[in-house]
């Protein structure tokens, strides 16, 4: 039995094609109506002279919010205080030595880190590495978040959820019982605070960048980005009061936002199967990403390059050649290096089948006894989630 507010693509298709038996809620638990929605455009806000994160509208919602003594949760799925520094000369940005990957600075601790790593530098460098020059450090993550509300509204009682704040044993757990208990008003927080929690005290949500999951290069990230959307919004108005949401973006007009602000799934669904129709995405066709790994870039792009024409012309040879596969690449990883380690990868579509994996199979098994790979490691994913 699955059950979901936001299934999957690949999930909603089987049922919709006859594998398994939908059953749809129509109406929302206790009869409540859904909340209402209202989408700001940040670009407008930009122009109207307001340069802060939080817009207009949102800081008027959450005021009035605050005068009716009821409780807000704000998400925004990006941590630290502010998430870039850059060299106001030659314009490069500080990153981690082990990553690719800009270091982000955490007021809290006055010290920069790496998110993938935990490579950390305090205190924060203030030239630039490169050329000398000036750090200009810039951006916005859940501790600035926090310090702009508590200006806005030094009357309320601001709760941060991220991972900084509930690393200590039980702090999850300890801090959404306070909330709970009313002994905060506003709780912003990553998407920690987007799923899963029942407060009827809150009435109102905010999403302060609806865009960060949005423009990720994976399938998935339409699909990512109304689920979150969809679910955040989910939180306010779960009482008697009806409640309301606000989702900024920089992109209003985008389908994906316009349809979870209406909270709209089959509206959504039809736009996305369309795409992954087009583009022989599941459940169209798998995706298995092939992965070399090692300490040095060059060796792991030329075993990757041998790899891509080996699946390749192997593809386009009996008895493989009437399965239909494809092989995309190859090309870094969205994040290249990552705690001193270069990862870069393949995609090859086609059926999730025994002759399909036959054939991977066997170039790995290939690949780890060539002694140039000695250091490298393969691995791959059917249908990889990130």
Known sequence: LLASATPSTESFYAAQNGRTQLVRLTKRYGGNPLPSV???????ELAAGNPREISLALEDAIRRNLEAEK??????????????AQC??????LKCPKCSVPMVYHKSAHKVLCHYCGSQQEPPPTLCPACGGKLQYRGFGTQKAEEELVKLFPEARVLRMDQDSTAAKDAHEKLLAKFAAHEYDIMVGTQMVAKG?????????????ADLSLYVDHYRAAERTFNLLTQVVGRA????KAGRAVIQTYTPENDVIQAAAAQDYQR?????????RLRQDPPFADQFTVT??????????????????????AAKKPPYDTLGIQVIGPAPAPVVKVNGVYRYRLLVLGKNTAPVR?????????????PENRRLHIYTDCDKMD
């Open 292 to 313: 070399v790994t090692g300490p040095e870039e060059t060796p792991v792009r030329r075993a990757i390059e041998l790899l891509r024409q080996g699946i390749g012309n």
């Open 88 to 93: 106001e000369d030659c314009r490069e940005v």
């Open 358 to 370: 036959e054939l991977l199979a066997g170039f790995m098994r290939a690949f780890v006894q060539r």
């Open 237 to 240: 108005g779960r009482g008697d």
């Open 71 to 84: 409780q807000t949760i704000l998400l925004l799925n990006r941590r630290g205080y502010q998430t870039i």
């Open 268 to 276: 959504f669904y039809d736009a996305e199967i369309t795409l992954r």
């Open 38 to 44: 209202q989408i700001v455009d940040m670009r407008a």
């Open 197 to 209: 929690l029942d407060f009827a005290n809150v009435t109102l949500v905010g999403v302060l960048s």
